[in-house]
């Protein structure tokens, strides 16, 4: 039968004297975040009672530390003598509460179990974070936990000083299709040079040409990147890449510039400096990442067959520095209506590309690697509607506007290194785009407007009959 009461063998272990006083502390911690936590279980604390304040303040000091970090324990006894000195603080004024004896036995069973002293050095409550001046990162997060801590110092009212930098995404490739900072989704002709991006700070232009003799699209064969000097971290450097050479240098021969600005983990788990401004080459030739963590700005640049695409994340603050001379930019505005080839997002597709002559039978298709690699040049097809969303459906399952640009591009050029392009263009996306519940677009359908016309035909319709069977009535 087996003794009543024993759900489980060695069960009774793990109630016994030694193992509760063990684990006392650790439980009565776990009642004061717990009792915080759910405020309507437990005896809620007093506006004067600032329990609640010293343990989270705790918890924030000892979040990062383990036992494998040398120093653990001065630094957790520091700790926990700030948090012990907290609760002296507010001990009259939460008197009788639940929460704060919790505090105050957790507290003691721990400093007995780690040997810490109740004299010597505390923790500060707002350590001072090392200022990088040339990391973008570092110096918004300073501002911002200087910003709130003078809101809360100086300041009882509900304002919590300046949020968090908000950064903003833009790509560009295929047809060309821009993604703009609003996420706006365009294709467009801008044959010849453009601006994508022009602030203070940077500036992306791109060049595009004719893709198919007798067809207003175009693609990007030239992309200029100038990043302008900032001081103390950077000179002006210049990128360029054109088709069938994407550098994995700037223009004066170097990969970086800058002093080292914080520790970057590479993927074999190594720990090194990066610099202000620097390249990384992801694949010779085909696939080049730009670095700028002075402003906070990443930029990727591939060629797919004969062509470039571009995506960049940038802050949103240094967007919006221009002036009335830099208002011509393509991520920031969108395309002019007159170089607009969609219409209102919906994308007409060509029957055929113009260039390729009668409706001849679809060629063999090229062997190509499943990943990004691009399809031999000359690479030309005559697809079909129905034959263009079968190959742009191999590399993207998702059906929103990356997979018709995909189809558009498709009939336009008969060019399978287009396909490759917009899945290209989606990852990259899917890697910088700050918001993941702003990635999928849709194309408006001509199906979902002919619908539209439809029904209002048919209200008209029977408008018309009421009218008609109330003239009756009343005859």
């Not at 063998?9 to 063990?22: N, Q």
């Not at 494998?68 to 009259?92: I, P």
């Not at 720990?271 to 402003?295: D, F, M, N, T």
């Amino acid at each position: 039968m087996g003794r009543a009461g024993c759900c489980c063998l060695g069960a009774e272990r793990l109630v016994s004297p030694s193992m509760v006083r063990r684990f006392r502390p650790l439980l009565l911690l776990i009642i004061v975040v717990c009792c915080g936590a759910h405020l309507g279980q437990c005896q809620v604390a007093t506006p004067q009672c600032r329990i609640q304040k010293c343990t989270t303040d705790f918890v924030s000091l000892t979040s990062h530390l383990t036992p494998a970090v040398d120093g653990f324990e001065t630094e957790f006894c520091k700790a926990l003598r700030a948090y012990s000195a907290c609760t002296q603080k507010t001990a009259k004024s939460c008197r009788g509460n639940l929460v704060f004896h919790s505090a105050v036995l957790g507290i003691s069973d721990l400093m007995s179990q780690r040997n810490c002293s109740r004299d010597g050095p505390t923790s500060s409550t707002h350590p001072e974070i090392q200022l990088e001046p040339c990391n973008y990162h570092s110096r918004t997060q300073h501002a911002h936990t200087h910003s709130h801590m003078h809101t809360h110092t100086h300041s009882h009212s509900h304002s919590h000083g300046h949020s968090q930098p908000g950064y903003l995404f833009c790509g560009l490739f295929g047809d060309p299709h821009l993604r703009t900072f609003k996420d706006s989704f365009q294709t467009c002709k801008v044959e010849g040079a453009w601006p994508l991006i022009d602030n203070d700070y940077l500036s992306v232009q791109v060049t595009n040409v004719p893709v198919v003799p007798g067809s207003s699209a175009t693609a990007t064969n030239k992309i200029t990147i100038i990043f302008k000097p900032y001081e103390g971290c950077t000179d002006q450097r210049v990128y360029q890449a054109v088709t069938d050479n994407l550098p994995a240098a700037f223009d004066d021969g170097t990969v970086s510039s800058g002093d080292p600005i914080h520790t970057s983990v590479g993927a074999e788990g190594a720990a090194g400096k990066v610099r202000a401004l620097w390249i990384s080459e992801r694949s010779p030739g085909r696939h080049v990442e730009l670095h700028a963590g002075y402003i906070g700005v990443t930029v990727i640049v591939r060629q797919l067959g004969r062509y470039l695409t571009l995506a960049v994340r940038i802050p949103e603050e240094l967007a919006q520095a221009y002036d009335a001379t830099q208002d011509l930019q393509l991520c920031l505005n969108g395309c002019p209506t007159s170089e607009r080839i969609d219409q209102a997002g919906h994308l007409p597709l060509p029957l055929s590309p113009p260039a390729l002559g009668l409706q001849l039978q679809q060629l063999r298709r090229p062997s190509y690697s499943p990943q990004t690699q691009a399809y031999p040049y000359g690479a030309t097809h005559v697809f079909g509607v129905e034959g263009a969303k079968e190959r742009c459906r191999e590399k993207l399952e998702v059906l929103d506007i990356y997979f018709h640009s995909c189809v558009f591009d498709l009939l336009t050029t008969g060019d399978a290194n287009f396909t490759v392009a917009a899945y290209s263009a989606q990852k990259d996306m899917e890697t910088l785009h700050p918001h993941q519940d702003r990635w999928r677009i849709y194309p408006r359908s001509s199906a979902t407007s002919s619908l539209h016309s439809e029904f209002q035909l048919v209200q008209q319709q029977l408008a018309l009959l009421l009218l008609c069977a109330l003239s009756i009535i009343l005859m």
